[in-house]
């Protein structure tokens, strides 16, 4: 556990004299600065490291710029040239220089001279300074700390009651490999590192110690992780094995960490397949709708989050785009994936990581990839699962029994009555005595005559509002396909709706 400072006593005194050092030198150097906090760490009475670190995040806050009449950079360069010309033996022949470079540019020697290293960090200007608290500076400070040391974690442990959605779909977006499962009324969720310690970089850690503000957010938490510690520790021989040791930290400390506002990942894709196969199969209008990573799915104690969720009426369809594993990633996978019950799932996977075990989920639509997912295959499950989907209801409503009246017969709502698709009611009621289907609706053949003598009333060419208005007030939503069908033209003169006109073609 990290030694986290107190927001009280001599800790708290330190960060507030040391964010007046800032405060008290906007428009002066960074050199300046450092001088006053340098003071402060000489009389404190605290670990110089806590002052280190408090002035690494308020350095953070700052902005600087070079304070010169010149730019720095020609400055030199003029003054180096001209130094080539006569030996500078001494500070006279120094100053000669710098007289004669100052006269060509204009500027006071002083000037010059201040211009020659402005662009130093050290003599760099502080402009502006982003005001912050002192104990929200310390809670910063103890945050800090713990990321520093889930840099070298190689698996995490988080255990939550809240906020588990939007931890998970982080973690999908920084690549790491995870498992979840609910126990006791937590989510606990596994974040894997490399299989390796051999070949262990801190790139996994570093993804590790983003998740830390997503998850101190949540009301209740605890973290354990596994640390790596190398042998740099005191007396440790040059060859000693990596020792791991355990990190432990939960929602006691919450007090004491910054707390941000709860993640709201972006809409990126972990992938460019992921990406590819989301764009391209909206571009084919299909009437399936795509949802990135939809709410998570329970399997058995364990809970698995979908790549995609393709909807179409009630019908439901999740993808999972399998690219990356090691072989306990992969185990786990299809553990999760043999728990799932009554879900259409369809897998695809990369054809460089196929193996046997994808081919043994025989309730699930196995189907492999090379550098993008194949849509007329996908549109063939899917096309599969829909027909499915209508027979099951066409059955419910043969059992049901439907019946219906009136001249003028809404298919959608009728659909949506029923708590089935359009598609099903369309086929139950096809060709049912007396009505024909026009557009969604199903109107009668009698009010079809009726409408009929009334549109023949009108002129052979007629005004489209006026048209519109007949059939409306019987009714009848879809215009365009009842004139149509009653072999009628719509023709465009102009953009302006006053220029429209109906036709008959006979």
């Not at 920084?174 to 126990?183: H, I, K, N, P, V």
């Not at 590192?193 to 605890?222: D, F, N, Q």
């Not at 099903?424 to 009726?450: D, Q």
């Not at 033209?489 to 429209?500: F, P, R, V």
Request: hydrophobic share 45%.
């Amino acid at each position: 556990m990290p030694v986290f400072a107190p927001l009280e006593g001599k800790p708290l005194k330190v960060a507030r004299n040391i964010i007046e050092v800032f405060r008290g030198h906007i428009g002066r150097t960074q050199g300046e600065i450092l001088r006053g906090v340098r003071e402060i760490e000489d009389s404190a009475d605290v670990d110089h490291r806590y002052v280190k670190g408090l002035k690494t995040l308020l350095m953070r806050r700052c902005s600087f710029e070079v304070d010169a009449a010149v730019e720095p950079f020609l400055a030199r360069k003029m003054v180096f040239e001209e130094a080539s010309l006569n030996p500078v033996l001494n500070r006279g022949d120094r100053k000669k220089v710098l007289v004669r470079v100052a006269g060509k540019l204009g500027l006071a020697v002083d000037d010059l001279e201040k211009a020659l290293w402005a662009d130093s960090e050290e003599m760099q200007v502080l402009r502006k300074f982003r005001e912050i608290g002192a104990e929200e500076l310390i809670r910063l400070y103890n945050t800090s700390l713990a990321q520093t040391l889930l840099f070298k974690a190689v698996s995490m442990t988080v255990r939550m009651k809240e906020g588990h959605k939007d931890l998970l779909r982080r973690v999908k977006r920084l690549g790491l490999m995870y498992m979840a499962e609910r126990l006791d009324g937590y989510l606990h969720i596994t974040i894997y590192g490399p299989a390796s310690l051999l070949r262990m970089t801190e790139k996994y850690g570093t993804s590790m110690a983003k998740l830390l503000p997503a998850v101190i957010a949540s009301p209740s938490w605890m973290i354990r992780a596994d640390i790596v510690l190398r042998s740099s520790w005191p007396g440790a021989q040059s060859k000693a094995s990596p020792r791991i040791l355990e990190f432990c930290i939960d929602d006691s400390k919450r007090r004491l960490l910054a707390v941000k506002q709860p993640l709201h990942p972006t809409r990126e894709f972990d992938s460019s397949v992921e990406e590819k196969f989301a764009k391209s199969f909206a571009a084919l209008r299909t009437g399936w709708s795509v949802i990135r990573e939809p709410e998570p799915l329970v399997t058995g104690g364990r809970v698995f989050i979908p790549d995609f969720l393709l909807e179409k009426n009630r019908a439901k369809v999740y993808l999972e785009i399998v690219g990356f594993w090691t072989q306990e990633y992969l185990e786990r996978k299809l553990l999760k994936l043999r728990e799932l019950e009554k879900v259409n799932l369809i897998l695809a996977v990369d054809k460089n990581l196929a193996c046997s075990g994808f081919k043994e989920l025989k309730e699930f639509s196995v189907i492999y990839y090379q550098k993008e997912v194949p849509l007329k295959d996908v549109m063939r499950i899917l096309n599969q699962l829909e027909e499915k989907e209508i027979d099951r209801e066409l059955r419910s409503l043969a059992e049901e029994g439907l019946s219906i009246e009136g001249d003028i017969i809404d298919l959608e709502a009728v659909a949506y009555e029923k708590g089935v698709s359009y598609e099903a009611v369309r086929r139950a009621l096809e060709g049912v005595e007396g009505y024909v289907e026009v557009g969604k609706e199903l109107v009668s053949l009698t009010k079809l005559k009726e409408l009929e003598r009334k549109l023949l009333s009108l002129h052979k060419v007629a005004k489209y509002e006026d048209v519109a208005a007949v059939i409306k007030g019987e009714g009848i939503v879809n215009v365009a396909a009842i004139l149509e069908h009653l072999g009628y033209e719509i023709k465009w003169a102009s953009l302006d709706a006053d220029n429209i006109r109906v036709i008959r073609k006979n």
